[in-house]
């Protein structure tokens, strides 16, 4: 069993073997699920690349290379600086 006691800001110290078997470090977040049964869930909402790999993966779908999607990328920002910038003469500011 691990206990934690609340401070009267209303904060705990989640005890080390929970965060070790959460994977949560410095900076994660939680989410607390209230329970239909009155318990209270506490879900990590920090995911690992591993978890995710494939999460956006839909049947039918082209896979695209790293590189292209870096390309892309590139492209759409250099598009949106320029509309960003178009129109200034001399490099004066709007």
């Not at 989640?14 to 209270?40: N, Q, W, Y």
């Not at 494939?54 to 250099?78: F, H, S, Y």
């Amino acid at each position: 069993m691990s206990i934690a006691t609340l401070t009267s800001k209303g904060q705990i110290t989640i005890p080390a073997g929970i965060r070790a078997k959460l994977r949560l470090s410095e900076g994660s977040r939680v989410d607390f699920r209230p329970e239909a049964d009155g318990t209270v869930r506490l879900v990590p909402l920090t995911k690992t690349v591993a978890e995710v790999a494939g999460m956006l993966w839909r049947p039918g779908t082209k896979t695209v290379a790293a590189e292209d999607m870096r390309a892309l990328a590139g492209e759409a920002l250099a598009n949106e600086w320029k509309r960003g910038h178009s129109g200034r003469a001399n490099g004066s500011r709007r």
